[in-house]
């Protein structure tokens, strides 16, 4: 697909094309036999005079790793935050220097590649919000693999890739989008989440000014919700993969950040797109949004992170939940008295909606429930799982099922 825009890594890889094709046609002859060659090559747009763009931009390295053999590709997208131009071109050729040394002697270990990039760097100056690995040294890469390490690192806040697997770049990907988000641990995807998906999604298409031909709807997984349930600040890759392998599976475009709070992420998205955006919660997070322990670190406190969660173009959609056989939503909701008067204003003007569509079944099951039953093998559990996700469960042994696998022969 041809980007519009003229920093792209389409750009890059036709510099890189270009570049490395010139070697190969100018020196192989001469040298090719003793040679590793390598090109290098960025696209990037600076801070402006105004100060008011997003200075970003395309990075990659094309290398041999020995003489004559086929060549690899190292591509990464990075944003620029020092306030001036001198010092976005300083943290460029660092990061540029860090790459091909990385390409050179961390070939074959990625991760640390992916790791050196930051030498003599850090996150205030610049970020990394997508790598792609490519070539014969790279097939056993794990592409979400790689895109997890990024947000695990901090070298990004946000991390995407769609259904295939395949990296993405945040940014280019929800560019002037209408965006639905879902949050969820997806441990594993229950019926209550597709139930979630399905009926907050088709609420999202009634609002006149969604575009429905222009519309993303992504499936959030947060670094915190990753951990959860894992050793502290260790994370479980092959627990992450089978999330993510079941979401991909389902069709779904998968993002990893580190926002915690809503407003966080609605913060990040705003600053994409100024269409409108629609996150999908469960009552449980409603509950949570309107506890203000959650917002001390702010000066303005819990009216400072409505501001950005609330916005103009934001609306939550709220699916229900039962207690003591009462169903509660948002109808039901009380906040404290100190924002009950917020809560009316909300509602009042549209911000927060019920999700009117749903099945009563789904409202009995916990996810963590299922979970249990999963790693017990107990039956019950599969009536409430979607059957092309019961099927990679119980065929892989995925979330501490029991069974026993027979290698392929």
């Not at 949050?183 to 009926?199: A, K």
Request: charged share 25%; aromatic share 10%.
């Amino acid at each position: 697909v041809k980007s519009k825009r003229y920093v792209s890594e389409e750009r890059l890889m036709n510099m890189l094309d270009h570049e490395y094709g010139l070697l190969k046609e100018r020196l192989h002859h001469k040298r090719g036999d003793a040679t590793h060659f390598f090109s290098f090559s960025n696209t990037v747009v600076a801070l402006n005079y105004h100060k008011n763009n997003t200075a970003h931009g395309w990075v990659g390295c094309r290398f041999q790793t020995e003489a004559g053999g086929e060549f690899n590709d190292v591509v990464i997208h990075i944003t620029m935050h020092d306030n001036d131009t001198l010092l976005q071109q300083n943290a460029l050729g660092i990061i540029g220097v860090n790459l091909i040394f990385g390409c050179i002697y961390y070939y074959q270990d990625p991760e640390m590649l992916l790791l050196s990039l930051m030498d003599n760097l850090n996150t205030e100056r610049i970020q990394i919000d997508m790598i792609r690995f490519d070539g014969a040294e790279f097939k056993q890469v794990d592409s979400r693999l790689m895109s997890l390490h990024l947000v695990k690192h901090g070298f990004s806040d946000v991390a995407l890739f769609g259904p295939d697997g395949k990296n993405l770049q945040p940014a280019e990907s929800l560019y002037k989008k209408h965006i639905v988000v879902l949050r969820g641990r997806f441990r594993p995807v229950i019926n209550v989440h597709m139930d979630m998906l399905e009926n907050g999604v088709n609420q999202y298409l009634r609002d006149p000014e969604v575009d429905e031909d222009n519309m993303l709807v992504v499936t959030e997984l947060t670094l915190q919700s990753l951990k959860e349930g894992q050793d502290g600040d260790i994370l479980d890759e092959k627990d992450f993969l089978d999330r993510v392998d079941i979401l991909c599976s389902l069709g779904q475009t998968v993002m990893i950040t580190n926002y915690i709070e809503y407003y966080k992420l609605v913060s990040y998205l705003s600053k994409i797109t100024q269409h409108k955006i629609g996150l999908i919660i469960g009552y449980p997070n409603l509950e949570y949004i309107f506890e203000g322990e959650h917002y001390t670190d702010l000066p303005g406190g819990i009216l400072e992170s409505f501001a950005t969660l609330f916005s103009r173009k934001v609306k939550l959609y709220v699916y229900p939940t039962r207690r003591d056989k009462t169903i509660l939503n948002c109808m039901k909701f009380n906040p404290s008295m100190q924002l009950m008067d917020l809560y009316r204003y909300l509602i009042a003007n549209h911000k927060i909606e019920d999700i009117y569509h749903y099945n009563p079944k789904n409202l009995d099951v916990q996810t963590d429930n299922m979970l249990e039953l999963i790693k017990k093998g107990e039956e019950g559990w599969e009536e409430n799982v979607p059957p092309e996700v019961v099927d990679m469960i119980k065929t892989r042994c995925l979330f501490g099922f029991p069974c026993v696998v027979f290698p392929k022969k």
